[in-house]
């Protein structure tokens, strides 16, 4: 059953489509997402993705390509915490679901937003300690990202 | 808010403590110059930056123009979504009603994310009084809780511990020995933590931004402990200082792309989550009742005169990472909340300038802070203002007011130039004994007074 | 030939006369006849940066009083610039004044220096007047490059030397601090600065703790970075 969200994704999707051909450098919105989300620190797959063992397995709203984040909404289907808790986090999104920025996100969800909307950037990290790096404070210490071809 | 007052001379003491301490001044110069960098990398990549800086400017001053506005429209959109809505007139007022809120739940546990309002009001103070115990979860502000002690920088709080006094600190809580290596500290809090984020009855964090048109609140970490804190307890309690809010999230978008570009050099942070109401119907987790706790304390004194602007700050840090003061004094020298530049303009803007009148001269007004503001708040001539105000509201001493009087009526002519000049030639064996000539000379050698240029024409 | 007024300011006419006089055999070498108008005394900036603002708007006045406006007047100072040009008008109540830093207004009238400093290092110190509200750091360090000098950076040329006028005597303690940085940052080599202010600071502080010779940007073209 379509519900809103999906009719609005079709749209930002034709749009989206119409943006794949390669831009000034030649670069498509779908190869800019894989290199931001690579250099945050994400492993990113194209088809089929890794079989971890206790990884939370979600799925992605959108991503957004200059910052090579997944947005996760919170639903029924789709509970905070499985993005959270675990240490392995995989998440599986659409390749038509990236869109550019946030400026073109919120202007898709609108005013029809989740209870949560989550922008997931890279797996959690701090650098309170010393100001070096440490990754899997509190949040997952790996993101795994599973993109899957356009319909 | 009596707490926030500041004592006279409590920032030259605690700066020469602070001066005297070669690890903590080696801590300042590695993390602040380490932030700077990050965050001018971050600005020269993004093309656009100038114009950000410029919307998001104006942004933040259409909000204080018409912040009764925004308060009413983000209170109406939260309610209509099911999430409680309280503005608090003051600090006693924020706290006492988030201990209400424990003590109606029986809450015996409250998991904190990062909040300086909280700080600002003294939160985990009130809550100890109902029998909720709070607990930092922001690793650094967690550290410095084991500590007892304040957060000394807005992004970095714990910028003075070493990785030694952290493990001190985590094996007492653990209660058994653990490495000061960073792998193992990390695993250690990590664990204790995970304890706090199951078990908490309350979730309390702040608020990096609300969105007036939605009612809905941002909040913004890369540790996730904000998204943990404000999903898995039954409660969330939200606290924000009134003027956080935006009026839409395409104004939002314009704050979010400087937040992390200008506090950390990232583009975003990790974790960066809208909350929109309390959970729905169908919905496995996330908080039953979600309560954002407005503050004014004091706010809304700036709301309509020169000081205005001071009330865009997204407190991203920016200025301190800059600041030649701050780089040597650390952040206690200002107060236990908020530091550097944008804490010597706040600090004596919240609690009167007659309890923190060495704030504004805490600054060589360099003007790099007025430089790194991605809000574009002219830092370093508020501080300039502050001080004129010192001298209007009386602050200023009896002895320096009459000092600069006699300077500027010698100094208005001539024949008074000469003659205060001449007697100060006569008198320099004594500069260095009294008053500002005794505070140059301890450190420095005097200039000597010789024929003046204009005699030697 | 075109003329200026030469604005000594407080602290060069009583604390860096030969600054003061370098300057001034600058301008003539550059082709001005140079006025000095007697009756200048101070800018007002000293009162007017710690907020005593009577006190500043009457030495201020004296400035107004002491100079034309029919002539450009060009100061070795960037702070007194900076407060001549930028907050005087409104402190007094007056139209703006045409007022040049030193090494701006050199560059603009095309002038070259003679070679005095070929061989020789020198850092130059921006300081945070002429760095951040009059834009002007290039010119001196052109001026420099062309008197011969090589130019060592800083390793933080941004941060300011801890003078901050007041500020220098009520938290002397971190306004030392910040010399000392400053002091050591330059590599060994001579410091060179347009602000009398810094100037005085800095030297204060390397002949009290060691440190190089500091100098005056007009002394390091006319004579050398030597002094």
């Excluded at chain 2, 304040?150 to 058994?176: C, F, M, N, Q």
């Excluded at chain 2, 933590?193 to 199951?198: A, H, I, S």
């Excluded at chain 2, 040597?328 to 909340?337: E, I, Q, R």
Aim: one cysteine or more.
């Amino acid at each position: 059953m379509r519900d809103d969200a999906e009719h609005k994704a079709d749209s930002a999707a034709a749009e989206v489509g119409a943006r794949q051909c390669r831009d000034a450098a030649g670069v498509t919105l779908v190869e800019e997402f894989v290199a931001n989300a690579e250099a945050v620190g994400c492993h990113v797959y194209r088809g089929t993705g890794p079989d971890i063992e206790g990884a939370g397995v979600s799925t992605a709203l959108y991503g957004l390509a200059d910052t090579g984040s997944v947005v996760l909404a919170a639903a029924p289907d789709e509970p905070r915490s499985r993005s959270l808790l675990p240490d392995v986090h995989v998440t599986m999104l659409a390749e038509d679901r990236i869109l550019p920025g946030l400026d073109e996100l919120f202007a898709t969800l609108g005013a029809d937003l989740p209870s949560a909307l989550a922008i997931v950037t890279g797996p959690s990290r701090s650098a309170d300690i010393e100001q070096k790096l440490a990754v899997g404070v509190h949040g997952p210490r790996e993101v795994h990202v599973v993109l899957l071809p356009s319909a | 808010m009596a707490e926030l007052a500041q004592p006279p001379r409590r920032f030259r003491e605690i700066a020469r403590v602070k001066l005297a301490d070669a690890h903590i001044q080696t801590a300042l110069d590695d993390s602040t110059d380490r932030l700077r960098t990050h965050r001018l990398h971050a600005w020269s990549d993004l093309p656009e930056v100038q114009e950000l800086r410029q919307r998001a400017h104006e942004i933040r001053m259409s909000v204080i123009d018409d912040l009764d506005g925004h308060v009413e429209r983000f209170t109406a959109a939260l309610s209509a979504r099911g999430g409680n809505v309280y503005f608090a007139r003051t600090a006693e007022e924020a706290s006492e009603y988030v201990a209400n809120v424990c003590r109606r739940r029986g809450a015996k546990l409250a998991a904190k994310s990062k909040s300086m309002v909280s700080e600002e009001i003294g939160l985990n103070q009130a809550l100890e009084a109902v029998g909720t115990q709070a607990i930092e979860t922001d690793l650094g502000e967690y550290i410095l809780q084991l500590a007892g002690e304040h957060p000394v920088h807005i992004v970095a709080p714990a910028i003075e511990k070493t990785a030694e006094d952290v493990a001190e600190l985590l094996s007492a809580v653990r209660g058994k020995r653990i490495p000061p290596h960073l792998e193992e500290l990390t695993n250690a809090a990590r664990t204790q933590l995970r304890e706090t984020f199951l078990n908490a009855d309350v979730g309390i964090t702040g608020v990096n931004f609300a969105v007036s048109e939605t009612g809905s609140i941002c909040l913004c970490t890369n540790e996730g402990n904000g998204r943990l804190v404000s999903s898995i307890p039954p409660v969330h309690v939200a606290i924000m200082g009134m003027e956080r809010l935006v009026p839409t999230t395409a104004d939002l978008a314009v704050l979010l792309k400087l937040l992390a570009r200008s506090g950390t050099g990232q583009k975003l942070t990790v974790y960066t989550t809208l909350l929109t109401g309390p959970r729905r119907a169908g919905e496995t987790d996330g908080p039953e009742e979600l309560h954002v706790v407005i503050l004014d304390n004091g706010r809304t004194n700036l709301l309509r005169g020169r000081y205005r602007e001071m009330l865009a700050c997204i407190r991203c840090g920016a200025c301190l990472n800059v600041c030649p003061v701050y780089r040597k004094t650390g952040g206690a020298a200002y107060s236990d909340v908020y530091s550097g530049p944008m804490g010597a303009v706040l600090l004596p803007l919240l609690v009167g300038l007659q309890h923190a009148p060495s704030l504004p001269h805490a600054s060589s007004l360099c003007g790099a802070c007025t430089e790194a503001c991605p809000v574009k708040i002219p830092l370093h001539e508020l501080l300039l203002d502050l001080r004129r105000d010192l001298v209007a509201e009386g602050v200023a001493s009896w002895a320096e007011r009459v000092s600069f009087w006699l300077w500027s009526w010698a100094w208005s002519r001539p024949f008074g130039y000469r003659a205060s000049t001449a007697l100060a030639r006569l008198g320099q064996p004594l500069a260095g004994l009294v008053g500002p000539g005794r505070a140059w000379a301890r450190v420095r050698a005097l200039p000597r007074l010789g024929r003046r240029y204009r005699d030697r024409r | 030939m075109p003329s200026v007024q030469l604005f000594a300011t407080c602290l060069g006419d009583l604390v860096l006369p030969e600054a003061v006089a370098d300057a001034e055999t600058l301008l003539r070498r550059a082709g001005f006849d140079v006025v000095f108008p007697r009756r200048q005394v101070c800018c007002g900036q000293p009162a007017f940066n710690s907020g005593h603002h009577a006190a500043a708007r009457r030495v201020a006045r004296g400035f107004v009083r002491a100079f034309s406006r029919e002539l450009p007047i060009v100061c070795p100072s960037g702070s007194c610039a900076t407060m001549a040009s930028h907050y005087l008008p409104e402190l007094v109540g007056v139209e703006p004044f045409e007022v040049w830093e030193l090494s701006a207004f050199l560059v603009h009238a095309g002038f070259r220096p003679l070679p005095r400093n070929t061989g020789r290092r020198v850092a130059y110190h921006d300081s945070c007047h002429m760095l951040r509200e009059l834009n002007v750091s290039a010119q001196p360090r052109k001026l420099l490059r062309a008197s011969g000098a090589e130019l060592v950076s800083f390793s933080r040329p941004d941060l300011c030397c801890g003078f901050g006028g007041t500020f220098s005597v009520r938290q002397p303690e971190v306004s030392v601090a910040m010399a000392d940085e400053k002091l050591a940052g330059a590599g060994g080599a001579t410091i060179v600065t347009s602000d009398p202010g810094c100037l005085m600071h800095l030297r204060g502080r390397a002949e009290r703790a060691g440190g190089p010779d500091v100098v005056h940007l007009a002394t390091a073209l006319v004579r050398s970075a030597s002094g």
